[in-house]
């Protein structure tokens, strides 16, 4: 079996380490024998969606984002065939607020790709912190690190998770990012996928069944360093002197 990682603007759109995702999923693929296939796309690269198991777009600066824009438009429509398709998404932060139909920033709307129908405006305060999500889609928690001026208002979308300490979308609704299909879409750079190896898993599994059938299951890895690491953010913020909107989930 193989998995081919389609990397988005690795040029322009790689803050805080979303590169460290990459390297999760591959590593997380080889570890268990599987190939991986990683294609960095620098902007202005033509995409064949269709050779794409796992697509990441990462986090960028407002004028970053303002720079893939033309870019992005170019691949809108086969961008938004694969994700209709069940193709696996990450998108985090600056790539989050893009599958979106615009990001309104100080100074300009840059338009995005339009495939979820969310939309993100600045405000002056950023958002700013560690975050732990308590999501439906794990019995784990999710930690990670968010640092935006964008808020961003998800509709009827199906959010990601419930904020349990930090800001999330808007800093006020008590929800992060939005899952679609086989789109995770977040503010959490950390990055994501080393400190919840649990949503790592998800994703490649998704990508194989889509790939390969649905009987297709991964072995779980001796993931016990992963599991300290996520549970040291999550008992950090169990402590009685922060205000938790709830529970925060346990490994067990
Ligand atoms: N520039 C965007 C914002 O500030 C996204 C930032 C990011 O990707 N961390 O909201």
Request: net charge negative.
């Amino acid at each position: 079996m193989k998995l081919t990682i389609g990397h988005l603007y690795p040029d322009l759109l790689n803050l805080y380490g979303d590169r460290g995702n990459i390297q999760c999923l591959r590593k997380r693929l080889e570890w268990r024998g599987i190939e991986a296939e990683v294609i960095p796309f620098i902007s202005g690269d033509t995409i064949d969606f269709s050779k794409l198991d796992v697509v990441l777009l990462g986090g960028g600066s407002d004028r970053e984002q303002e720079l893939v824009c033309s870019h992005l438009q170019k691949i809108r429509e086969d961008f938004r065939t694969y994700v209709e398709e069940d193709g696996v998404v990450l998108a985090v932060c600056g790539g989050y607020q893009l599958l979106g139909h615009y990001y309104k920033t100080q100074t300009k709307t840059i338009e995005g790709l339009g495939i979820l129908n969310i939309k993100t405006e600045w405000e002056p305060e950023r958002l700013i912190r560690n975050i732990v999500l308590n999501s439906p889609l794990f019995d784990t928690p999710v930690v990670g690190f968010e640092n935006h001026g964008g808020r961003t208002y998800i509709g009827d979308h199906t959010p990601f998770g419930k904020v349990v300490f930090g800001l999330g979308n808007t800093g006020k609704s008590g929800q992060e990012g939005v899952i679609y299909k086989n789109v995770i879409a977040t503010y959490l750079h950390g990055p994501l996928l080393p400190k919840n190896p649990h949503v790592c898993d998800y994703l490649l599994e998704h990508a194989l069944q889509r790939k390969y059938g649905t009987e297709i299951h991964l072995e779980p890895l001796p993931d016990e360093l992963e599991h300290k690491a996520n549970s040291y953010i999550a008992d950090r913020y169990n402590d009685k002197k922060y205000v938790l909107k709830e529970t925060i989930k346990r490994y067990t």
